[in-house]
């Protein structure tokens, strides 16, 4: 109890300043749901929200020293029951076997896969041959082969005859868990067709917001067409479906892939605007300026702008986070209070780990939190010290080079650790195209939205389209320098996290003890640094194989399992490709005097004809009959265990699998879903 006390006594001196916490006990609580090997019981979780609520409680009635810990359990665990019933809520059935015959559905979403074909989610879906018990909820489908002109629309009821399967795992143990993102998502069996995709049903008469979103992006693209119009479709839309995978890697590698995804900047560009232009033109009216609140009306139009974006941007997590910050700085205004601080990003970052907690395992969240807290922490820092002596020309200028550097140098190991790449002229790159789109596409995208009703929004959408050519231009140019992408390996499962709470730390504590932050940085990116890669990687599938040597990895297939390779090369910082890594492969490798096979297609597993002692095969296909003598891994084994990995350490040879990692989870075990 002392203990509790004297910390209790050391957050006192912390009085005013411990709000911006609460969304980071709660985020602990989720990652140690997330964290767990076992799925909690339903007992468990009401325990740990009834602990939560009972421990804030007694935040109340205790003494004023030990108020701080007993509100930081609660929040603790009221995030981990939170996180689990969010879980339990979007539970639904998932196909446990691969389906092949015909899919019927409601077209409710779509985009593009990794191999850029065309995606649809479909949900009110009727399988042929299943129970309604065992449907999914949702089901995606990339459309490959000759569509015949299809043009999918939302709330088109369509069939095809495809072949489905339940998500797939981590591609390989401790990486990213599509089965996880699946589950979140409601969707229960993810699959392909290559014939032609057939319309039971037209969109049904009425406006819904998704039917509006894709009829105005499709508008967009018609009237801009190109990459700029894919580009303007995303930004106003969120649809990404009209820019190519080449845009795409172009963007990634100069930085400037945040100007695709809606989040803090736009929204901010936007609300700012409109907020603007709305009080600088009323006060041309001193009638209207001298009996009315112009700054306050100025403000509540401009959160209804910020509302109505939201709605038809498609509301990502990006998007819901800026679009709360934005709320919560127009009401300042309204009530006459500051509008940007830590509290307002915290409030941000309550509700949407309330909502959705699955978000803060996501790079979305990550990054557009960290970089618009250390904007906001610089920026407050900056306003203790008094405004620095410079032109008043100078200061936008000054402004856009360190929020771009602020926002790119909190953002950079988030970005690294999720997608192995570190952009080397990211902060140039963004120097150009930041101003480009503040002064010309969200004005005149503002503008193309004002006469849209009288037929003359090209007025303002080829304008946009001028600036965002421009920004592509910029990421091509950067993005074709030699060595504008660095690759990294993945870090190591405790990285991010022990990065994360030492800038939170360096960033809110208040006083001389916040240096203190620095320590767990710099030991994250010290283990990161010591990061060793499997030397043997095993697809769930059975369909791959990937054997480092010499500090490259070797794929034993240059076609299929693309998904899986393109994971496994950026895990290892290797910028390959799936078919440059295949030339690296050889027939047969030893580790630790074990030699490694695989055997790929039908025709060479029915032609196996056994194995030496000691030996590991893999196989893509269950062999006819059981082999003995050696061990064999195919799919039927690996369906159980998930993706392998091997590694050669001390003499020994150590096998880790996905399951071992993952545990028993709501997403990846049948019987806890009955």
């Avoid at 143990?173 to 319309?199: C, E, K, M, N, S």
């Avoid at 557009?368 to 020309?393: I, N």
């Amino acid at each position: 109890m002392r203990i509790f006390t004297g910390i209790g006594l050391a957050l006192q001196g912390q009085r005013g300043f411990l709000f911006p916490w609460v969304p980071v006990l709660i985020a602990i609580g989720i990652g140690g749901y997330f964290s767990v090997k076992q799925e909690p019981s339903v007992v468990m979780l009401a325990c740990f929200g009834a602990g939560g609520l009972l421990a804030l409680v007694c935040g109340v009635v205790l003494p004023e020293a030990a108020r701080p810990v007993a509100v930081a359990i609660g929040l603790c665990c009221l995030g981990f029951a939170v996180a689990g019933a969010r879980a339990h809520r979007v539970s639904g059935p998932v196909i446990d076997w691969r389906f092949y015959g015909a899919i019927e559905g409601r077209v409710v979403g779509m985009d593009r896969s990794v191999s850029d074909r065309v995606r649809l989610t479909l949900d009110q879906v009727v399988l042929e041959r299943v129970a309604p018990d065992k449907m999914p909820r949702r089901v995606r489908v990339s459309l490959h082969g000759d569509q015949l002109g299809f043009r999918p629309a939302p709330h088109m009821r369509v069939i095809l005859t495809g072949h489905l399967a339940p998500p797939s795992g981590p591609v390989e143990p401790g990486g990213f868990d599509f089965q996880r993102h699946a589950w979140f998502q409601g969707i229960g069996a993810v699959g392909y067709t290559r014939t032609p995709v057939l319309v039971l049903e037209p969109p049904p008469a009425g406006v819904s917001v998704l039917g509006l979103r894709m009829g105005l992006s499709e508008h967009i693209r018609a009237t801009l067409g190109g990459e700029a119009g894919g580009f303007a479709a995303a930004v106003t839309t969120g649809d990404r479906s009209g820019v190519s995978k080449q845009t795409l890697e172009a963007l990634r590698a100069s930085n400037l892939a945040h100007l695709l995804a809606i989040s803090g900047l736009h929204m901010g560009l936007l609300v700012g605007f409109v907020f603007a232009a709305l009080r600088y033109g009323m006060a041309l009216f001193p009638s209207v300026a001298l009996r009315l609140p112009t700054k306050k009306l100025a403000a509540v139009f401009a959160m209804g702008v910020a509302g109505a974006y939201l709605m038809l941007s498609g509301g990502n997590v990006a998007t819901e986070r800026a679009f709360v910050m934005a709320a919560v700085a127009l009401a300042a205004v309204v009530f006459d209070r500051r509008a940007i601080s830590l509290r307002a990003v915290a409030i941000a970052a309550v509700v949407i780990l309330l909502v959705q907690p699955e978000a803060m395992l996501g790079p979305g969240f990550q990054m557009s939190f960290a970089a618009t807290t250390a904007l906001v922490a610089v920026f407050e820092m900056l306003q203790k010290h008094g405004p620095l002596e410079m032109p008043r020309w100078v200061r936008p200028a000054f402004a856009l080079c360190v929020s771009s550097f602020v926002a790119g140098a909190a953002t950079a190991p988030f970005g690294a650790a999720h997608f192995n790449a570190v952009a080397a002229y990211g902060l140039p790159a963004n120097l150009m195209a930041v101003p480009i789109m503040g002064v010309v596409v969200v004005p005149f995208a503002v503008v193309a939205a004002c006469l849209a009703p009288f037929g003359l929004e090209v007025v303002g959408l080829v304008p946009m389209g001028w600036g965002l050519e421009a920004i592509l231009w910029v990421a091509h140019f950067f993005a074709g320098l030699e060595g504008a992408r660095l690759h990294v390996p993945s870090p190591t499962a405790f990285v991010l996290p022990m990065f994360a709470l030492g800038a939170l730390f360096l960033v809110i504590w208040q006083g001389r003890l916040r240096v203190a932050g620095i320590l767990p940085v710099i030991l994250a990116g010290g283990v990161w640094g010591l990061a060793e890669r499997p030397d043997v990687l095993i697809a769930d599938s059975g369909g791959l194989v990937g054997v480092l040597q010499d500090g490259r990895r070797a794929l034993s297939k240059e076609r299929g399992q693309g998904f899986v390779a393109q994971n496994w090369l950026e895990n290892d910082g290797d910028g390959a490709t799936q078919a440059e890594a295949a030339l690296r492969w050889q027939v047969a490798y030893a580790l630790g005097g074990r030699s490694i096979r695989h055997l790929s297609g039908k025709r060479q597993v029915a032609g196996f004809d056994g194995c030496k002692a000691g030996e590991i095969v893999v196989l893509s296909h269950a062999p006819v009959q059981e082999v003995l003598g050696c061990d064999v891994l195919h799919p039927e084994i690996l369906k159980d265990t998930g993706s392998v990995a091997l590694r050669w350490r001390g003499g020994v040879l150590q096998k880790k699998t996905a399951r071992e990692i993952s545990g028993q989870r709501l997403w990846n075990t049948r019987d806890l879903r009955q």
